[in-house]
């Protein structure tokens, strides 16, 4: 079956900050990779995705590229806003299954 | 276009009690999710529906648990009698049929707590 590795958090940035959350997965096949987050008080939704090996899938100024080689899928996003302040999910999909990761908890200080 | 639709939002039960949550996905998705997710962990998969069948329940504590989806559209999920571990977001979401480059759709979910 499929499996995540995410970065633990809480990560704490300053405004403006550059932001990278690691993600690497074991997964049958070629799965699709997701990034999904969940901002205070509110459901999952998705942030960006991709769906072949060096695609990459790019939301809100989020980035994050399908590396099949390292089986990764770091979000980087180069100036963080205190909006961004979010719960995010790294969750790779592969014969319909989807797996989650247990989530990185961002929180951006002005 | 109406998202996923969960109910209730919050309930408090005490153990032993049974309590019942309800999902309408959005129109034309056939296949239905429902997550739980325990404070600061990923949504964990309990049960996957495409159309009315099961497609995935291996992680449904099934002695308490149950699920279903009768006409292949709104579902409910059932815990009796529900314990303390129980406490979690349950989350309901839907997606398009088979299609693994697809996007999950999550309502807001259904926040239990178990005294």
């Known amino acids: 079956g499929n499996s995540v590795t995410q970065m633990e958090g809480p990560v704490t940035l300053s405004e403006e900050a550059f932001l990278t959350i690691n993600c690497t997965y074991t997964a049958t096949g070629y799965p699709s990779l997701f990034w999904y987050v969940q901002y205070p008080g509110e459901g999952l939704q998705l942030l960006l995705k991709a769906t072949k090996a060096d695609d990459k899938g790019s939301n809100k100024g989020f980035e994050a590229t399908y590396r099949k080689e390292t089986t990764s899928f770091h979000l980087e996003k180069g100036s963080v806003q205190v909006s961004d302040s979010a719960v995010y999910f790294c969750?790779?999909?592969?014969?319909?299954?989807?797996?989650f990761g247990t989530g990185t908890k961002l929180q951006v200080i002005p | 276009e109406a998202g996923v639709a969960q109910s209730p939002r919050y309930k408090i039960i005490e153990k032993r009690q049974s309590v019942a949550f309800w999902c309408n996905p959005i129109s034309g998705h056939a296949t239905l999710y429902w997550y739980q997710q325990i404070l600061g962990q990923g949504p964990k998969l309990l049960i996957q529906f495409q159309n009315n069948g099961v497609v995935d329940d291996s992680q449904l504590p099934k002695d308490r648990f149950s699920a279903e989806r009768l006409k292949g559209v709104d579902s409910t999920l059932k815990i009796q009698p529900a314990k303390l571990e129980d406490s979690a977001v349950y989350l309901c979401a839907s997606s398009l049929e088979g299609v693994d480059t697809g996007e999950l759709f999550f309502g807001e979910g259904s926040r239990l707590t178990v005294l």
């Open positions: 969750a790779p999909r592969g014969y319909q299954k989807v797996t």
